[in-house]
């Protein structure tokens, strides 16, 4: 049984729901909540010791790190592919999924605005202004990489979904979340959607979750 620990609201542990979906891999989901602070339980503490989601029990190992976790399902699971056979293709995904990984989600993530309204006192709307200018500066320099490229397709790159689109789904989820204004994302949009249409993608939605909660308010 793979086993996967998540929270319905990551969009880390969205990223690795919708490969699993994608690798037609059934699994079994270990919510832990984030807000309530579920994550630092010693006994998840003691698998993951930097006390985040998710993190993957699988063949007789634990992973960490959705961009981890995803390169080995795709090492070890190789159909479908997520990751071009081309040295260059696989470098341009990763160079777009990375943008997401590594240059928005860091800054916006839960730790991250929570110490903004706690220990530094912001308002919400600060907290908000914060959290859409990190989405709309990598958003504005994506959209230029995906429309300006011949390699993206249907999806951002070629006609199959792959890690980069494992990546942008989530975010543009989070954007919704947020109320950011995606017009000037044309090219971003368009490969959102064809996303959702995949029932991999659709499972993965965070609404879809056995823990999902209904929004506040």
Not at 131 to 157: M, Q, V
Not at 182 to 202: D, G, Q, V
Request: glycine share 8%; hydrophobic share 40%; charged share 20%.
């Amino acid at each position: 049984m793979i086993r996967l620990h998540g929270y319905y609201r990551s969009s880390a542990a969205f990223r690795v729901r919708a490969a699993l979906a994608l690798k037609g891999l059934a699994f079994e989901l270990v919510p832990h909540h984030l807000r309530k602070g579920e994550q630092r339980a010693a006994d998840y503490m003691q698998l993951q010791p930097q006390g985040l989601v998710p993190a993957l029990e699988i063949d007789g190992h634990v992973l960490i790190q959705s961009m981890a976790i995803i390169e080995y399902l795709d090492a070890t699971r190789p159909e479908p592919p997520l990751l071009p056979k081309d040295e260059a293709g696989r470098a341009r995904v990763r160079g777009l999924a990375q943008l997401v990984s590594c240059d928005i989600h860091p800054v916006d993530n839960l730790r991250v605005l929570n110490r903004l309204r706690r220990e530094l006192g912001q308002p919400e709307p600060e907290v908000v202004a914060w959290y859409n200018h990190w989405i709309a500066e990598g958003f504005e320099a994506l959209e230029k990489l995906l429309a300006g490229s011949p390699d993206t397709g249907r999806f951002c790159h070629g006609d199959a979904p792959g890690l980069a689109d494992l990546c942008l789904v989530p975010q543009v989820v989070n954007a919704g979340n947020f109320k950011l204004d995606l017009a000037p994302y044309p090219t971003i949009r368009r490969i959102h959607a064809a996303c959702l249409a995949l029932p991999a993608f659709e499972q993965g939605m965070p609404h879809n979750q056995p823990d999902s909660e209904p929004p506040a308010g």
